[in-house]
């Protein structure tokens, strides 16, 4: 019933491509999404609220690849700074981060509540291979035993107002997670072994407070959902030439050490 109540709820709230994401992952087929595993059908959110997720999110914010609109997919810059688990409400966690688009900052402050846990299935052969590839870590390769879940929340991201051009983000976040002796671990199990590994990925839409126009607005963790046109790598993500000019040329030559949201 929680499945049904949270598509209703979430069919209000957002747009079409966050609808389409959220009902995706519940699919219990859907092995894309899962590792290569199957999502279970039983809910774990009542279970799961006493974990702290928020250390998962800000892990690998230097993996972080955005779009916003796909017309031309503009590269999007996203730094979560802090993120705080709500004391009143374990679903709900406080996010205060930067985004960047061109040479335009914005500090942006909002919410993540979460939707769904699930446990993911997966052959206990291709995990007991993954524990004996890592066997000479010792006690540490027990890890790769460790049940995996997929987490789905919903999130709200306002920009500060006095910015120029700015808006709020609005969608579906999903997150790949492991528990380790009682602890929530980023799930990065598959990510040397897997050309299309990614992790934290967020599908939604970016809407000006001017305008009241919104545009596809997607960002993800190594790849980018439902960036197929502007991503064209095999290994790893790779920027189709053709939109270069709209930030992307800049990918294959960054900057060490730039710290744009100080």
Not at 27 to 44: F, H, R, T, Y
Request: charged share 25%.
């Amino acid at each position: 019933m929680a499945t049904i109540i949270n598509l209703a709820v979430a069919q209000e709230q957002f747009p079409q491509t966050s609808i389409s994401f959220l009902q995706q992952l519940l699919q219990q087929e859907n092995k894309d999404e899962c590792d290569g595993g199957v999502l279970s059908s039983e809910e774990l959110m009542a279970t799961m609220n006493k974990y702290d997720f928020s250390s998962i999110w800000l892990q690998r914010n230097d993996a972080i690849l955005g779009f916003i609109g796909d017309d031309n997919y503009q590269r999007l810059k996203i730094k979560f700074i802090t993120i705080v688990k709500s004391a009143d409400d374990p679903a709900k966690y406080y996010v205060y981060g930067k985004s960047m688009v061109k040479t335009n900052i914005c500090s942006f402050l909002g919410e993540i509540k979460l939707l769904h846990v699930r446990q993911v299935n997966i052959d206990a052969k291709i995990k007991q291979n993954l524990f004996e590839e890592y066997q000479d870590e010792g006690e540490n390769a027990k890890k790769f035993l460790s049940p995996e879940y997929v987490l789905i929340a919903q999130y709200s991201f306002f920009e500060d107002l006095k910015t120029k051009n700015s808006g709020k983000f609005e969608g579906i976040l999903k997150t790949n997670f492991y528990i380790y002796q009682d602890t929530v671990y980023y799930n990065d199990f598959r990510m040397e072994m897997n050309d299309n590994y990614n992790n934290n990925q967020f599908v939604g839409m970016w809407t000006s407070y001017v305008t009241g126009k919104s545009k596809i607005c997607n960002w993800g963790e190594f790849r980018i959902p439902y960036a197929q046109k502007l991503d064209i790598g095999a290994g790893e993500f790779m920027p189709n030439t053709i939109y270069y000019p709209y930030g992307w040329e800049s990918f294959l030559k960054p900057e060490k050490d730039v710290e744009w949201w100080k």
